[in-house]
C-alpha cells in the first residue's frame, strides 16, 4: 500500500516565482497610471486656462466695443486710457478703460474687468483705440492678452464707425 502524497511535489517555489514576474508588471502599470493622471490634469489645467483666457477676453472686448459703438467721440483719458459714453448733460465721461498691473479696468481701480480667474492669469499686454488717418469716426480697436499659466495670447481686433451727435466730429 503506498502512502498518499498530496500531489505538490516540485511546486513550493512557485509562488516566489510568479510574484518576481508579477510584481515589475505591476509596478509598471501602476507608473504608467500616475504618469497619465499627471499628464491629464496638466492637460486639463491648461485647456482650462486657455478657454478662460479666450472667454474673458471676448467678454471684456464685447464691453469695450459696446461702449465705442454708443460713443459720439473718443478722447483719450489721464490714466492713459480711453474715455467712451459722454453723458449727455453734464458731458463727463461715463466709460473710462485703462490697463493698470495687466488688468483692463473700468472707470475705477478697484474694478478690474479682467483677471477674476487666477486659473487663467489673464494679463493684459495691449489696449490700444486709434483713429482711422483717413476715415473720420472711424476706430481701430485691439486688445491683446496672455495667460501666464500657458503662455499663450489672445488678440482681437475690430474697426468701429462711431455714431453722429451732436458733439460728432464733422
Given at each position: 500500500m503506498r502512502p498518499e502524497t498530496s500531489g505538490r511535489r516540485g511546486e513550493?517555489?512557485?509562488?516566489?516565482?510568479?510574484?518576481?514576474?508579477s510584481l515589475p508588471i505591476f509596478v509598471l502599470l501602476l507608473t504608467f497610471l500616475a504618469f497619465a493622471?499627471?499628464?491629464?490634469?496638466?492637460?486639463?489645467?491648461?485647456?482650462?486656462?486657455?478657454a478662460e483666457l479666450h472667454q474673458e477676453m471676448q467678454i471684456v472686448f464685447a464691453r469695450v466695443v459696446e461702449s465705442a459703438l454708443l460713443s459720439d467721440r473718443i478722447g483719450k483719458s489721464w490714466q492713459n486710457g480711453y474715455e467712451m459714453r459722454r453723458n449727455l448733460l453734464t458731458g463727463r465721461p461715463l466709460d473710462r478703460y485703462?490697463?493698470?498691473?495687466?488688468?483692463?479696468?473700468?472707470?475705477h481701480g478697484s474694478f478690474p474687468l479682467t483677471g477674476a480667474f487666477a486659473g487663467a492669469g489673464v494679463h493684459i499686454s495691449e489696449f490700444v483705440v486709434e483713429e482711422d488717418a483717413v476715415l473720420p469716426r472711424?476706430?481701430?480697436i485691439r486688445m491683446t492678452g496672455e495667460s501666464t499659466v500657458t503662455?499663450?495670447?489672445?488678440?482681437?481686433?475690430?474697426?468701429?464707425?462711431?455714431?453722429e451727435g451732436k458733439d460728432a466730429r464733422p
Open positions: 513550493s517555489g512557485i509562488i516566489l516565482t510568479e510574484l518576481a514576474v493622471s499627471a499628464w491629464g490634469w496638466r492637460t486639463y489645467r491648461q485647456q482650462a486656462a486657455d485703462w490697463v493698470d498691473e495687466g488688468q483692463l479696468v473700468l472707470n472711424l476706430y481701430h503662455g499663450h495670447t489672445c488678440t482681437l481686433a475690430t474697426a468701429v464707425y462711431l455714431r
